[in-house]
T-cell receptor, first 117, second 116 residues
Framework: GENVEQHPSTLSVQEGDSAVIKCTYSDSASNYFPWYKQELGKRPQLIID?????GEKKDQRIAVTLNKTAKHFSLHITETQPEDSAVYFC????????????????FGQGTILTVHP | KAGVTQTPRYLIKTRGQQVTLSCSPI?????VSWYQQTPGQGLQFLFEYFSETQRNKGNFPGRFSGRQFSNSRSEMNVSTLELGDSALYLC???????????????FGPGTRLTVL
């Protein structure tokens, strides 16, 4: 089955700096890669996602890049703010009906991001 | 639209008991997935239901089961509870269709289960 590795497990930055979180996946059939942000005591919320037919997607201060050949994707947050402090999870899935990953998100272990004012 | 809701929000049970958790998806969403979240194992997929049928299942023992009703509401059941079942159980709904496109999964607030 799919396996997703996420690094680093913790990341501490100063306000205004950039933060980068990297994930690798194992199943070449995976074609959907969302990123979730989970604040303490709250539900995971989607912040950005990318499908395998594009290499990069940007939404204001957040961007995701995907390298299908190398099977890795990354989250980039620019101009970080204290409210960006949370746990970030990458995930991988496949929309190939009948595949083992269909309808299933396989998550990385999470990155605790702390943004210091 | 109202978001995904889960009931109850908190549960305390003892070993050997069974528990049923409920999830109401966003109106119009037909797919419901369940995940277990623990500090040690992170977020792990339990199963996914679409149109009352289980389409995919994670690597959990048979004590974990689920079902989906015609209105897309879903329940999961855990029988013979063990201490290690203590976790946050999250459900997520999406606009997944029979044609294959997996839409964004929206998570509920979760049910915090504590097994004593």
């Amino acid at each position: 089955g799919e396996n997703v590795e996420q690094h680093p497990s913790t990341l501490s930055v100063q306000e205004g700096d950039s933060a980068v979180i990297k994930c690798t996946y194992s199943d070449s059939a995976s074609n959907y890669f969302p990123w979730y942000k989970q604040e303490l005591g709250k539900r995971p919320q989607l912040i950005i996602d990318i499908r395998s037919n594009v290499g990069e997607k940007k939404d204001q201060r957040i961007a995701v890049t995907l390298n299908k050949t190398a099977k890795h994707f990354s989250l980039h947050i620019t101009e970080t703010q204290p409210e960006d402090s949370a746990v970030y999870f990458c995930a991988a899935s496949s929309n190939v009906i009948g595949g083992t990953s269909y309808g299933k998100l396989t998550f990385g272990q999470g990155t605790i991001l702390t943004v210091h004012p | 639209k109202a978001g995904v809701t889960q009931t109850p929000r908190y549960l305390i049970k003892t070993r050997g008991q069974q528990v049923t958790l409920s999830c109401s998806p966003i109106s119009g969403h037909r797919s419901v997935s369940w995940y277990q979240q623990t500090p040690g194992q992170g977020l792990q997929f339990l199963f996914e239901y679409f149109s009352e049928t289980q389409r995919n299942k994670g690597n959990f023992p048979g004590r974990f089961s689920g079902r989906q009703f015609s209105n897309s509401r879903s329940e999961m059941n855990v029988s013979t509870l063990e201490l290690g079942d203590s976790a946050l159980y999250l459900c997520a709904s999406s606009l997944s269709s029979t044609s294959g496109h997996l839409g964004e999964q929206f998570f509920g607030p979760g049910t915090r289960l504590t097994v004593l």
